[in-house]
């Protein structure tokens, strides 16, 4: 058992959080407001796919991939969310007669992470009605897939999976801000960052839920426990991976069935990787190397730390 107070839970509190929740909560109609996407332009930034270097594609091409990528993140983020809820409700469980404000600050976590399905669940539908065509779902629609990864993540302990969460929330920031910069310039799209801004607001309070209870759990842990945890970390990251291999195959075919392309096998297999490590980029690089999730990680092993490469 550690004494150790962390300086990553300085200034945090979970009436604190509750109170910005309410503040900052919206509702999914009201970022739809009955808007579509202009699926005449690229909906994400350029450096979302990544294969503006590839002379082998058109225009076209190069739009319907990114279109592919709207669709492939918001499916992505709005199935792996979906263990959050279960994850919170074992937590509660364990806590019933707690403080008030920490029970109410992780039912509002567990109730968005709710509503963020819905959120992306209504942007895959918006996105396929603005474009005209379906896009290729990992995740099927009997949600066999989403109970195997959720079932799979459930099977870690809570302190891992509130680390992962917390490199992925943090991530889902610097995705807003991507978003922003990059179309300030190439008039993307408004909409879809307006989603991403939404998602994000609500994260922020998550952030910082999670490293109070992070803080908890990391208490508990000898050292070399909490070693351990960061090999638990790298097995949830292959799951993840396990979702980009299959959603990148996805992209691919729903390129090809929208534009008739057929590839040489040259050509597929340069773009499959380079569609691999764009997606793998901002799911995975963006959130593990943000600098509030290497403090942390930091902070709670430095030989946990050094297993994702963090000095
Ligand atoms: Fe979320
Ligand atoms: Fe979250």
Sequence with gaps: MRSTDYTFTQGLDYASIVTASENVAWTVDEIFRGRCFDASKPIVPASWVGTHRLEFLTDQEQRTLNHCRAFSYVHIFGNFEEFIPIHLTGIVEQHRHDDRTHLRALFRF????????????????????????????????????????????????????FLILLALELGSQRHYVESVQDHTEEGGDQLYAEILKAHWVEEAQHTKANMLEIARLARTLSPEAMSTVFDQIIRIGGLVNDIIVGQVTQELDTLQQVT????????????RETLYGSLNRILCDVSLSHPGFVKVALELSKEGSAKLGFA
Excluded: W
């Excluded at 567990?110 to 379906?134: A, D, N, P, Y």
């Excluded at 779902?137 to 809570?158: M, Q």
């Excluded at 057929?262 to 773009?271: C, G, I, Q, R, W």
């Design 110 to 161: 567990g109730e968005e992470e709710m509503k963020h399905q819905q959120l992306f669940r209504r942007t895959e539908t918006v996105l396929e009605q603005s474009c005209g065509h379906q896009f290729g779902r990992y995740f099927d629609d009997a949600k066999t897939r989403v109970t195997e990864l959720a079932n799979a993540i459930l099977s870690y302990p809570p302190l891992p999976r």
């Design 260 to 271: 008739g392309r057929t590839f040489t096998d040259a050509e597929a297999t340069t773009l």
